[in-house]
């Protein structure tokens, strides 16, 4: 993680309560830590790639590091929250949305991950190293 985001991120980490290291791996695999990554064909945004209307939502630039990072952070938060401390769901809901989560969870049980998306699977092996 470059030094000059490491406060922000570790800020961001304690303030929400996330395990050590979750937050700069989200950033690592989001964007490499660039703050002015933009995905052309989603419309993802910043360090963090937020959705448009996510960004919106949490009230956010996701352009601005801190602003960013601190809704990440929240986001992640809540979905660790939604989905009982299971990482691997909190990680698809961040990616690839909590309510594709839920469908998948609900049709396929156990099995829901590998009916994710190969984008999704790959986010959550990235991360988690599984």
């Known amino acids: 993680m470059p030094s000059k985001y490491a406060g922000i991120i570790s800020t961001a980490t304690k303030k929400y309560g996330l395990p050590d290291?979750?937050?700069?791996?989200?950033?690592?695999?989001e964007s490499s830590f660039n703050p002015n990554a933009r995905n052309s064909k989603s419309g993802a945004a910043g360090m963090f790639q937020f959705m448009p209307a996510t960004a919106k939502g949490y009230g956010i630039d996701p352009y601005n590091v801190n602003q960013a990072a601190d809704a990440a952070a929240k986001m992640l938060s809540g979905l660790i929250a939604k989905y009982n401390g299971d990482l691997a769901k909190a990680l698809a809901?961040?990616?690839?949305?909590?309510?594709?989560v839920d469908k998948a969870v609900k049709k396929y049980g156990?099995?829901?991950l590998s009916h994710a998306p190969?984008?999704?699977q790959k986010y959550i092996q990235k991360i988690l190293g599984k």
């Open 93 to 100: 809901g961040y990616n690839w949305g909590g309510g594709n």
């Open 21 to 29: 290291g979750l937050l700069a791996a989200v950033a690592s695999a």
């Open 118 to 120: 190969t984008e999704t």
């Open 110 to 112: 156990n099995n829901w």
